[in-house]
């Protein structure tokens, strides 16, 4: 069974960092392209970075290009989203995403890890 | 800035009755496009990708269409359980960009 288990959330003031985990289980980890997925209190999902399986190329949404790094670790089955110069607007529960053999829509998705920006 | 539009934001609809929502892409897709259904509190759920493929698991009454830069899910019976909030997401290269979201209710 897939498992993704986000991990490493918490309080942290603006302009300062944090990274969050998504521990992978369940299936070849290295063969899948993996994306974080954010949601801010009452609003709806937006993209935020993905990675391909490789871990070479890396995207980003322009909210966060600069500020987030997107990597993983094929040998420990985990992806990572390191997140600087935190703001307000950064405050969202962020969930790891992965497709299947068949599809890189986003089937499998973690529970989800709140980080809260604020003072 | 690549967009997806869906509409309506919301909408109030009778047990029983059929709904449809749009979503339409600012560059063409292809088919790659994705609906999402999610409940309050809880992860997404994929319902469709490729645009019409219907996951497995998923029932009967919900149906997606279109290619290119028009899209549509349409919920053929709405029922109780069927109160979300669903989302269509481009998945073809980036940005994987979201629609704002349609959320369900029952009329």
């Known amino acids: 069974e897939v498992q993704l288990l986000e991990s490493g959330g918490g309080l942290v003031q603006p302009g300062g960092s944090l990274r969050v985990s998504c521990a992978a289980s369940?299936?070849?980890?290295?063969?899948?392209?993996m994306g974080w997925v954010r949601q801010a209190p009452g609003k709806g999902l937006e993209w935020v970075s993905s990675?391909?399986?490789?871990?070479?190329?890396?995207y980003y949404a322009g909210s966060v290009k600069g500020r987030f790094t997107i990597s993983r670790d094929n040998s420990r089955n985990t992806l990572y989203l390191q997140m600087n110069s935190l703001k307000a607007e950064d405050t969202a529960i962020y969930y790891c995403?992965?497709?299947?053999?068949?599809?890189?829509?986003?089937?499998?998705w973690g529970q989800g890890t709140l980080v809260t920006v604020s003072s | 800035d690549f967009q997806m539009t869906q509409s309506p934001s919301s909408l109030s609809a009778p047990v029983g009755s059929r709904v449809t929502i749009t979503c339409r892409a600012s560059?063409?897709?292809?088919?790659?496009l994705a609906w999402y259904q999610q409940k309050p509190g809880k992860v997404p759920k994929l319902l469709i990708y490729?645009?019409?493929t219907l996951q497995s698991g998923v029932p009967s009454r919900f149906s997606g269409s279109g290619s290119g830069t028009d899209f549509t899910l349409t919920i053929s019976s709405l029922q109780a359980e069927d109160v979300a909030t669903y989302y269509c997401q481009k998945y073809n290269s980036a940005p994987w960009t979201f629609g704002q979201g349609t959320k369900v209710d029952i009329k």
């Open positions: 990675i391909k399986s490789s871990g070479i190329e890396k």
């Open positions: 369940g299936f070849t980890f290295r063969n899948f392209d």
């Open positions: 995403a992965t497709g299947t053999t068949y599809s890189s829509s986003w089937y499998h």
């Open positions: 490729a645009a019409s």
């Open positions: 560059q063409a897709i292809n088919n790659y």
